[in-house]
């Protein structure tokens, strides 16, 4: 055939033992990197974390989110019925479209 060569039909790019190998060790390292990650689940951490930076949260900030009730929550709620009765209010009917 034109412009082809008898060598393209070894076998596949990615079967080669440098893309293989390449691969074996982006395994290896995303693994480390996993075990790595900071658990925001367990018990034993008294410490608020940033789970980005892993730094510490100052005490200050600690009690201000700890402190925190929940203010707000009638005003969330109210927003979200408006915007569910906007819906309704302007609701295709989807049996009438198909």
């Not at 008898?6 to 990197?33: F, W």
Request: contains cysteine; charged residues 25%.
């Amino acid at each position: 055939m034109a412009g082809l060569s008898s060598d393209s039909t070894k076998g596949h790019h990615e079967l080669l033992a440098a893309v293989i190998q390449q691969e074996e060790c982006d395994a290896v390292q995303l693994t480390c990197t996993i075990k790595e990650f900071t658990n925001p689940f367990s018990s034993d951490v008294t410490d608020l974390h940033n789970l980005v930076t892993k730094v510490a949260m100052p005490d200050a900030v600690k009690k201000d989110l700890l402190s925190r009730t929940g203010e707000g929550w009638p005003e969330i709620i109210q927003h979200l019925c408006r915007r569910e009765n906007q819906y309704r209010k302007n609701k295709p009917l989807v049996a009438l479209q198909k």
